[in-house]
C-alpha cells in the first residue's frame, strides 16, 4: 500500500489522498483548494495523478474543501464510483452544483465589470459539470465493510462533524489506513460524538485546530449579547455562515435564545438556498445528530427562509429596523453574504459575526485581523461596522479533544500523519501527540510518496 498526500498539506484546504493497493488507486477526498492565490492556482493545474487512472473515490464528508474538485475530475476523465454516505450524497448533491454556479456567476460579473486579468475569466467548472458528477456516487451504510478491488475494502464509522461526516479505513489484509476526516466534537449540542476508533496501521489525522483550545465560553450567550448590543444600536446583524453545520448550530442557539426571551423579538432571516436546503435535510438524516424529530423540527424554522434575489436584495434596502441575516458562505469567499457585506460592513451600527476558522487569505481572516477595508467584487469598502468572532462554534475537534480521540487506540498506529493544518497547528499537534502519547508522528509535505509496506 502506498499514500500520496495530493491536498491538506500546509493548509486545511484541498483535502486529497492517493491511496494505491493491490493494482487500485483510490482517492480518498477529492477537495478544492482555498484562500491564498497561489493554493486557488492549484485548483487550475493538472492533477499530479491522471484522473482516467483512479479506481474509485471515496469522501469522508461533503464540505468543498473535501468534495468540491469532484466535477472536475469527473470532467477529466474519472470514471469510477464515488463512495459516501447516504447524507454526504444528499449534501453533495446540493453543494456541488452550487458550487458550478457560482463559479459562472463569479466569472460572469467579473467579465461584466472587467476586474480580471483573464480575458475572458471562465469559471473552474459549471453548474452542468457538477449535475453530471452527481451520477458517479455511490451511498453506503455505515459500519459495513466494502469491496474496492482484490482483497481490498474499506469501511466507515461516524465522525462527528457534519451530517454523514465519517471516518475512512481501508484494509488490503495487511495494512490498514485510517483517515479522520475532518474530527467533530464529543460535546457538540447538535451533532453525535465521534465514534472510537481503537486499532489502525496507519493514521492521518487532521490538525485545524492542533495549536488551539476552544475557549471555555458558552457561544450561546456571546450570541445572545451581540444581537441585544447590535438591536439597541439600530443595527443588523450579519453572520456568514456555512451553509452545512454551522447554519445549523447557529439557528439552535438562536432557538434557544427566542424560547428563553434572552434576544428581543427581531426578524431572523437565512438568506442562503444552499443553507435552507441542507437545514431540511436535518429531518431526513434524523440519525446523523442529537435532535429529535420535534426539536428538529422547530430549530430548521427559527429564521424566516429568504429564497430569491429578489427577497434577498430586499434585505438590503428595508426599513432599517434591527434584523438579523445569516448567509453564506461562512469565510465570506462568495455566494449572498458579500452582497450584505457591501450594504452593512461601513456602518458602526452594525456587526459582523463570524463562527469559526477563518482560513489564510480569506476575505473573513482579513476582516477577523482589523483590516479596515475589504475587496468585494473588484471595488474596496471600508469597514466601520463591528467585527467578531464566535469562537466556540466550531464543528472541529480543539487539540485536547483530538488527542482525547486518540487516547482510544489501543495500541499506537506505525506512523501518523498530521495534516489539514496551517503549519504552525500541525507542527504543535505533532508534538502533542509525540509527548504525551509517544507515538511516531510526521507532518508531510505537498505530493510527498509514503510506502506503507516498507
Same mark, same amino acid.
Given at each position: 500500500?502506498?499514500?500520496?498526500?495530493?491536498?491538506?498539506?500546509?493548509?486545511?484546504?484541498?483535502?486529497?489522498?492517493?491511496?494505491?493497493?493491490?493494482?487500485?488507486?483510490?482517492?480518498?477526498?477529492?477537495?478544492?483548494?482555498?484562500?491564498?492565490?497561489?493554493?486557488?492556482?492549484? @485548483?487550475?493545474?493538472?492533477?499530479?495523478?491522471?484522473? !482516467?487512472?483512479?479506481?474509485?473515490?471515496?469522501? !469522508?464528508?461533503?464540505?468543498?474543501?473535501?468534495?468540491?474538485?469532484? /466535477?472536475?475530475?469527473?470532467?477529466?476523465?474519472?470514471?469510477?464510483?464515488?463512495?459516501?454516505?447516504?447524507?454526504?450524497?444528499?449534501?453533495?448533491?446540493?453543494?456541488?452544483?452550487? &458550487?458550478?454556479?457560482?463559479?459562472?456567476?463569479?466569472?460572469? %460579473?467579473? @467579465?461584466?465589470?472587467?476586474?480580471?486579468?483573464?480575458?475572458?475569466?471562465? +469559471?473552474?467548472?459549471?453548474?452542468?459539470?457538477?449535475?453530471?458528477?452527481?451520477?458517479?456516487?455511490?451511498?453506503?451504510?455505515?459500519?459495513?465493510?466494502?469491496?474496492?478491488? $482484490?482483497?481490498?475494502?474499506?469501511?466507515?464509522?461516524?465522525?462527528?462533524?457534519?451530517?454523514?461526516?465519517?471516518?475512512?479505513?481501508?484494509?488490503?489484509?495487511?495494512?490498514?489506513?485510517?483517515?479522520?476526516?475532518?474530527?467533530?466534537?464529543? $460535546?457538540?449540542?447538535?451533532?453525535?460524538?465521534?465514534?472510537?476508533?481503537?486499532?489502525?496501521?496507519?493514521?492521518?489525522?487532521?490538525?485545524?485546530?492542533?495549536?488551539?483550545?476552544?475557549?471555555?465560553?458558552?457561544?450561546?450567550?456571546?450570541?445572545?449579547?451581540?444581537?441585544?448590543?447590535?438591536?439597541?444600536?439600530?443595527?443588523?446583524?450579519?453572520?456568514?455562515?456555512? =451553509?452545512?453545520?454551522?447554519?445549523?448550530?447557529?439557528?439552535?442557539?438562536?432557538?434557544?435564545?427566542?424560547?428563553?426571551?434572552?434576544?428581543?423579538?427581531?426578524?431572523?432571516?437565512?438568506?442562503?438556498?444552499?443553507?435552507?436546503?441542507?437545514?431540511?435535510?436535518?429531518?431526513?438524516?434524523?440519525?446523523?445528530?442529537?435532535?429529535? /424529530?420535534?426539536?428538529? =423540527?422547530?430549530?430548521?424554522?427559527?429564521?424566516?427562509?429568504?429564497?430569491?434575489?429578489?427577497?434577498?436584495?430586499?434585505?438590503?434596502?428595508?426599513?432599517?429596523?434591527?434584523?438579523?441575516?445569516?448567509?453564506?458562505?461562512?469565510?465570506?469567499?462568495?455566494?449572498?453574504?458579500?452582497?450584505?457585506?457591501?450594504?452593512?460592513?461601513? $456602518?458602526?451600527?452594525?456587526?459582523?459575526?463570524?463562527?469559526?476558522?477563518?482560513?489564510?487569505?480569506? %476575505?473573513?481572516?482579513?476582516?477577523?485581523?482589523?483590516?479596515?477595508?475589504?475587496?468585494?467584487?473588484?471595488?474596496?469598502?471600508?469597514?466601520?461596522?463591528?467585527?467578531?468572532?464566535?469562537?466556540?462554534?466550531?464543528?472541529?475537534?480543539?487539540?485536547?479533544?483530538?488527542?482525547?480521540?486518540?487516547?482510544?487506540?489501543?495500541?499506537? +498506529?506505525?506512523?501518523?500523519?498530521?495534516?489539514?493544518?496551517?503549519?504552525?497547528?500541525?507542527? &504543535?499537534?505533532?508534538?502533542?501527540?509525540?509527548?504525551?502519547?509517544?507515538? $511516531?508522528?510526521?507532518?508531510?509535505?505537498?505530493?510527498?510518496?509514503?510506502?506503507?509496506?516498507?
Amino acid at each position: 500500500m502506498k499514500l500520496t498526500f495530493l491536498g491538506a498539506t500546509g493548509t486545511v484546504t484541498g483535502s486529497k489522498y492517493l491511496v494505491e493497493a493491490a493494482g487500485a488507486k483510490i482517492l480518498v477526498d477529492c477537495g478544492l483548494f482555498q484562500g491564498l492565490k497561489d493554493l486557488r492556482r492549484r @485548483n487550475w493545474a493538472p492533477l499530479p495523478v491522471d484522473p !482516467t487512472s483512479i479506481d474509485a473515490v471515496i469522501l !469522508t464528508h461533503a464540505h468543498l474543501d473535501h468534495s468540491g474538485y469532484i /466535477p472536475l475530475l469527473v470532467r477529466n476523465g474519472f470514471k469510477g464510483q464515488i463512495f459516501c454516505s447516504r447524507a454526504t450524497q444528499d449534501l453533495c448533491g446540493i453543494l456541488l452544483p452550487d &458550487s458550478g454556479y457560482l463559479q459562472e456567476a463569479d466569472a460572469e %460579473r467579473a @467579465n461584466r465589470y472587467s476586474y480580471s486579468k483573464h480575458k475572458p475569466a471562465q +469559471p473552474l467548472y459549471t453548474q452542468s459539470d457538477a449535475e453530471r458528477s452527481l451520477r458517479s456516487f455511490k451511498a453506503v451504510s455505515f459500519g459495513e465493510e466494502h469491496r474496492l478491488a $482484490d482483497g481490498v475494502t474499506f469501511s466507515m464509522a461516524r465522525s462527528g462533524h457534519i451530517l454523514g461526516s465519517a471516518f475512512i479505513t481501508i484494509s488490503d489484509g495487511a495494512t490498514k489506513l485510517v483517515f479522520s476526516g475532518d474530527l467533530g466534537r464529543a $460535546d457538540d449540542p447538535v451533532m453525535k460524538t465521534p465514534a472510537e476508533i481503537q486499532d489502525a496501521d496507519y493514521l492521518v489525522v487532521e490538525s485545524t485546530y492542533g495549536d488551539r483550545l476552544h475557549r471555555d465560553s458558552d457561544p450561546e450567550a456571546k450570541l445572545g449579547r451581540i444581537i441585544r448590543e447590535t438591536a439597541a444600536r439600530g443595527g443588523t446583524v450579519v453572520i456568514p455562515a456555512f =451553509a452545512v453545520g454551522r447554519t445549523q448550530s447557529i439557528l439552535y442557539h438562536i432557538f434557544q435564545l427566542q424560547q428563553t426571551g434572552a434576544i428581543p423579538d427581531l426578524p431572523v432571516f437565512l438568506d442562503s438556498p444552499m443553507a435552507i436546503n441542507v437545514t431540511k435535510l436535518m429531518q431526513r438524516h434524523q440519525a446523523d445528530h442529537r435532535l429529535d /424529530p420535534s426539536l428538529c =423540527a422547530a430549530v430548521c424554522n427559527a429564521a424566516r427562509y429568504v429564497t430569491t434575489p429578489e427577497e434577498s436584495r430586499s434585505l438590503d434596502d428595508g426599513p432599517g429596523v434591527p434584523q438579523v441575516i445569516i448567509s453564506a458562505s461562512g469565510m465570506a469567499t462568495g455566494g449572498r453574504v458579500l452582497h450584505h457585506l457591501k450594504h452593512f460592513v461601513g $456602518d458602526p451600527r452594525n456587526t459582523i459575526l463570524f463562527t469559526g476558522f477563518q482560513a489564510a487569505g480569506t %476575505r473573513g481572516s482579513r476582516l477577523v485581523h482589523g483590516e479596515d477595508e475589504i475587496k468585494i467584487h473588484g471595488h474596496m469598502w471600508p469597514v466601520r461596522a463591528q467585527v467578531d468572532i464566535l469562537h466556540n462554534m466550531s464543528a472541529h475537534a480543539d487539540y485536547n479533544e483530538t488527542l482525547d480521540w486518540l487516547g482510544h487506540f489501543k495500541a499506537p +498506529p506505525k506512523r501518523t500523519f498530521v495534516t489539514h493544518g496551517e503549519p504552525e497547528a500541525a507542527s &504543535s499537534l505533532r508534538m502533542k501527540i509525540e509527548d504525551r502519547l509517544g507515538w $511516531d508522528v510526521i507532518v508531510p509535505e505537498y505530493l510527498d510518496e509514503v510506502d506503507l509496506g516498507a
